[in-house]
Every structure is written in structure tokens, then in C-alpha cells.
């Protein structure tokens, strides 16, 4: 027996600051047959292979801990730093730096919401070395 994830769920305070902020970062769009309205209770993203979404859903409480479950992102067409300071620009922030001088680690950000997700090297940077 197998099963899929349809969505990854992410409680916020607000939909819409992450909605444009990951259909910015990522290769997700908002669903042609069920597009975000103002006054909707959550917003949604799919990817371009319409096989997973990104759901964002308020809830009353704040964040107050680190999450327990994050994305890795691993950009596609520019180097890892090229991607960092890319989504600094759509307004991320810096949590942590794990880079390494040899060019290895990573970066930790934090979408609008606050929500922790990593940013990896490419896959060209990997098999360079």
C-alpha cells in the first residue's frame, strides 16, 4: 500500500504574504481552477506538475519555536548564493549560515511568516565538486 502527500500545510497569520512570497520563490503557481481571492479561509499553490501544493492556512497563534519540519531548496538555474541574496530581495531573512569554505553548507532563511527553509547548493555546484 503507498499513498502521496497532496499538500504541505504551513499555519500562518496571513495567507497572502506567503502566497507571494512562494509563488516567487519556487516553481508553484496559484490552482487556475481554484485561484486565491481575497476572503478566502487559506491559500493555496501548486506545482507545475500539478502533483503537490503548498497550503497556507491562518491560525490564531504565533509562531514561538523553531519548525519541525522545513523545505530544502535547491536552485535550479543560479548558484546557492546567487539564490540566497535572490530571495533576501522577495523578502526573506537570514536565520543561520552553514556555508563552508570549501563551498559546501547551506543557508537557513525565513519566508515572511517566519517559517525556516534551507537553501542548498545547485545541482551543477554539486557535481563540480
Not at 569554505?101 to 542548498?120: I, K, Q, R
Amino acid at each position: 500500500m503507498t499513498a502521496r502527500i497532496r499538500h504541505i500545510t504551513v499555519d500562518c497569520a496571513r495567507w497572502e504574504p506567503l502566497v507571494e512570497f512562494w509563488s516567487q520563490a519556487v516553481d508553484f503557481a496559484e490552482d487556475p481552477d481554484n485561484p486565491n481571492n481575497a476572503g478566502d479561509p487559506e491559500g493555496l499553490l501548486i506545482s507545475s506538475r500539478q502533483d503537490l501544493g503548498l497550503l497556507f492556512i491562518p491560525v490564531p497563534e504565533s509562531k514561538s519555536v523553531k519548525n519541525r519540519i522545513h523545505l530544502d531548496i535547491v536552485p535550479t538555474d543560479r548558484t546557492r548564493d546567487e539564490e540566497v541574496e535572490r530571495l533576501l530581495g522577495l523578502g526573506a531573512t537570514q536565520v543561520a549560515d552553514h556555508r563552508r569554505e570549501d563551498g559546501t553548507g547551506w543557508v537557513v532563511l525565513a519566508d515572511p511568516g517566519g517559517n525556516e527553509f534551507c537553501v542548498e547548493r545547485s545541482d551543477a555546484e554539486r557535481e563540480a565538486g
